[in-house]
């Protein structure tokens, strides 16, 4: 297992990498110190499990989350932090991100690397225990913040379903090019790349 650790205290990437290249099934193949790094190294390294703080300088970890799994869908990100933030728990499971630990937590990191690596989403005991709370406590997306109107709703309600745009036409009785419109003036409000995102983002946030 290949891993990428991002972190910007030296001290703890460095007793990072002891702890983790104790076990013999797990290299860390580089590190970095900033969320911009991340992206980069990500990109060269194509590490099997990325693991990165969330609080470091010129681009935070979630920030750094998102640009890389745009890029990368299948990228398998566990982040670490000292804080217990009900935003950053929320933010991070909207982005995709495979896992959320306290660093304090140390004998907890190996397991949930192994977790991540086999397919599952892992959190610390104390953030499993906050979830349902938060996710009842979670307010409606704020669309008319992003000037998105009641039509256009009806157009992205639809396209999550997996409508074409021929079919959203014959629904709400409009012509394929207002549809076509609608879609594109929405992707740019949402500062979206395709239909697909816009799928993803509407289920994440209805």
């Not at 891993?3 to 703890?12: G, K, Q």
């Not at 192994?114 to 409606?140: C, D, M, R, W």
């Not at 076509?180 to 983002?201: G, I, P």
Request: with cysteine; hydrophobic share 40%.
């Amino acid at each position: 297992m290949r891993v990428l650790l991002v972190d910007d205290d030296f001290l703890i990437t460095t007793a990072l990498k002891t702890i983790l290249e104790a076990d013999k099934e797990i290299e860390v193949c580089g590190s970095g110190k900033s969320g911009k790094e991340a992206v980069s190294l990500y990109a060269s390294l194509i590490p099997d499990i990325l693991l990165m703080d969330i609080r470091m300088e010129e681009m935070d970890g979630l920030a750094a989350s998102k640009e890389i799994l745009s890029r990368h869908p299948q990228a398998r990100i566990l982040l670490l932090t000292t804080f217990l933030d009900d935003e950053y728990i929320i933010q991070a499971l909207k982005l995709g991100a495979k896992g959320y630990l306290l660093k304090q937590d140390y004998n907890s990191i190996i397991p949930a690397l192994k977790a991540v690596f086999s397919g599952q989403t892992v959190y610390g005991s104390e953030i499993t225990a906050k979830l349902p709370g938060l996710l009842n406590n979670q307010k409606s997306f704020p669309w008319e913040d992003y000037h998105i109107g009641p039509r256009e709703l009806e157009v992205i309600d639809l396209v999550a379903q997996g409508l074409s745009n021929k079919e959203i036409a014959g629904k709400l009785y409009l012509s394929e090019g207002t549809v076509r419109n609608y879609l594109s003036a929405v992707l740019d409000k949402l500062e979206l790349r395709d239909r697909t995102q816009l799928a993803v983002f509407y289920l994440k946030n209805k």
